[in-house]
């Protein structure tokens, strides 16, 4: 959790200002009994009204400073904790941000939601009531059983003997509670998880009639966060009735003895009064203290969830000593033996792939679902690192490269489309963030779909649904393909993006992108997309069967010929023995 506090740093004279002003707080309540026992013994026992008005005035502007004080400490315990979120909030998205794939592999979405709003919420309410109030508590009990001591020392015993034991009881409730908010906040994002799928498939659970299945994985993850709930805070209530059996014991103990006391000459009105004070103010400090318990317990268990993200380490880095000035790069790209599985899985995805792709090829990649078409894809601008072999581009190993060069120069058009929200322009520019209106025009030329954005109702102003939801299947992945064609990209890399159109838009697109000067890899299941490359592979289960021109492939490989006449007929069988 030191990682986490660490945030409190920039804090520190606020954070001084904040507990000396509580310290000030405390110290005018532990003096208030013993200026009380004061008037009473000396003051209203002897009948004298000056030592009552003297002590009186003492104890009305010591009142005054206190309350200047908890205004004053308030605004500095807000200023603290508000900040101390923000920068814990900001530092956790840069973090995650920082994360490779196989870092997202082992936080779900949910739980990395929960994480940087409630856990987060939780610390910063917690640093604040600390500040305030949770601090105080403690240093109140400890300082009313010194200030008793001094009181009367006999009569002071029994409350010397009651604090201990409810501290240890409440050190065993608070470890306990820990463990307990833990799995609270574990059943908290399995609820996120239900409500986010559910929202994002909406359309999907409205077509297929499960909206009553639904509601019972949300009832059930539901159900499940109540029930820890209950159980954690059941716990938490347990505290306050034994708090206030001790204590009150320890009271009724103090006025039968101190009244027996002022009978023999041993004690003072005064005095039993100000023990019973203190006695009182350390219950009222214990009764705020199943509270207390409670939410350090849920700020610890929340710290440590959001330590596993901060201290996570990053796996995919550039190595030491790389420069990330950008390098221009011609595109040409090889993989040497490449064999690939991902993270915590012993599973080979791909097996000893190797090819060549001249700069400004075109490379149409084949295969069936699970070829590792995709896995291929997400190697080269170092979404996931290689376990064998090595990718190069321009003749450089791609770990020798800096991230931000390498994937500087890549336009990257993933298989499940995604759209943020904001303008069509936004969307486009997304890809190069300095982009002229004119360069976001002629990317959405050559991706095919100016047209369409021409007949919106705000042109390249109109702003996008969730997600692109006011756009179909086609718009969307052409408006994807225009965000990386925008970037001027020396690799594009296409996977499956052209799936939902049309031929002939498909090639208007496809002789749109030979103009671009980059080396382009299109994942395909169209052999009439295939035919205009320069170059085919074929996948099956992770290894690279054959390679070759359309040509090529439909002269010599078996697998491509059943792909060819699958496409377009059994009437081409005659145009396939030709090329035999």
């Known amino acids: 959790m030191g990682k986490v506090f660490s945030y409190l740093k920039p804090y520190k004279i606020a954070v001084g200002i904040a507990l000396t002003l509580m310290l000030t707080e405390l ?40 309350f200047l004080a908890g205004v004053i400490n308030s605004f500095f315990a807000a200023h603290v904790s508000q900040g101390f979120g923000y920068d814990l909030r900001k530092g956790l998205f840069g973090k995650i941000q920082s994360f490779s794939f196989a870092n997202f592999n082992l936080f779900p979405t949910s739980s990395l939601i929960t994480r940087m709003t409630n856990d987060v919420t939780q610390v910063q309410n917690t640093v604040f009531m600390s500040l305030r109030i949770m601090l105080r508590a ?13 009181v009367n020392f006999q009569l002071a015993l029994f409350l010397v003997i009651g604090v201990p034991i409810l501290f240890i009881f409440l050190v065993w409730v608070m470890k306990r509670g820990g463990a307990l908010f833990k799995t609270v906040q574990e059943k908290l994002d399995g609820v996120n998880n239900v409500m986010r799928e559910n929202l994002g498939g909406i359309r999907l659970i409205k077509a297929f009639l499960r909206k009553n299945h639904e509601i019972k994985r949300f009832e059930h993850a539901s159900d499940e966060l109540k029930d820890q709930t209950v159980f954690a805070l059941r716990l938490m209530e347990v505290t306050m009735p034994i708090l206030l059996l001790i204590m009150n014991v320890s009271i009724l103990a103090v006025l039968w003895f101190g009244s027996a ?59 030491e000593g790389i ?13 040497s033996s490449v064999s690939f599985h991902y993270p915590n899985t ?37 979404l996931y690192d290689v376990n064998e072999g090595t990718i190069y581009i321009d003749h450089t190993d791609i770990t020798d490269l800096s991230l931000k060069n390498l994937r500087g120069q890549i336009g990257y058009v993933p298989q499940e489309v995604l759209l943020f929200s904001g303008t069509v322009k936004d969307n486009i520019a997304w890809g190069k963030e300095n982009a002229t209106i004119e360069e976001i025009i002629q990317a959405a030329k050559d991706a095919q779909i100016h047209e369409t954005i ?80 320069d170059k085919i592979l074929l996948l099956e289960d992770g290894k690279l069967l054959e390679e070759g021109s359309h040509s090529q492939l439909l002269k010599h490989s078996t697998l491509y010929q059943h792909i060819y006449q699958s496409q377009f007929g059994a009437e081409v069988a005659e145009h396939v023995e030709a090329y035999k």
């Not at 420069?323 to 993989?335: D, I, L, N, R």
Request: aromatic fraction near 6%.
């Open 27 to 66: 110290v005018v309540e532990l003096l208030q009994p013993l200026l009380m026992a004061k008037i009473i013994d000396d003051g209203i026992l002897q009948e004298d009204l000056g030592v009552v008005m003297k002590w009186g005035g003492i104890m009305v502007a010591l009142s005054f400073v206190a």
């Open 454 to 533: 021409d007949r919106l109702p705000k042109k390249y102003e109109t702003i996008l649904g969730q997600k692109g939801v006011n756009l179909s299947g086609g718009q969307k992945q052409r408006l994807s393909i225009a965000r990386a064609l925008v970037r001027r990209p020396k690799i594009l890399m296409l996977d499956d993006s052209t799936s939902a159109l049309d031929l002939k838009t498909e090639a208007k697109l496809l002789t749109a992108l030979k103009k671009y000067e980059c080396t382009t890899f299109i994942i395909t299941q169209k052999v009439s997309t295939a035919m205009e490359a």
């Open 323 to 335: 420069a990330e000035k950008a390098t221009m790069f011609t595109g040409e790209v090889k993989f």
């Open 138 to 150: 403690p240093l109140l009990i400890i300082g009313g059983v010194v200030m008793a001591l001094i």
């Open 346 to 382: 012993q599973t080979p995805v791909l097996e000893g792939i190797t090819f060549h792709a001249n700069a400004g090829a075109t490379v149409a990649i084949m295969g069936a679902t699970g070829a590792g078409k995709s896995s291929l894809f997400q190697l080269i601008p170092r």
């Open 261 to 319: 006391g002022v009978n023999t000459g041993n004690a003072q009105v005064g005095e039993v009064v100000a023990i019973v004070n203190y006695a009182t103010r350390i219950t009222g400090a214990l009764s705020i203290f199943s509270f207390i318990i409670m939410a350090f317990a849920r700020a610890k268990a929340s710290a440590h969830r959001i330590s596993d993200v901060l201290e996570e380490e990053i796996d995919l880095v550039d190595k």
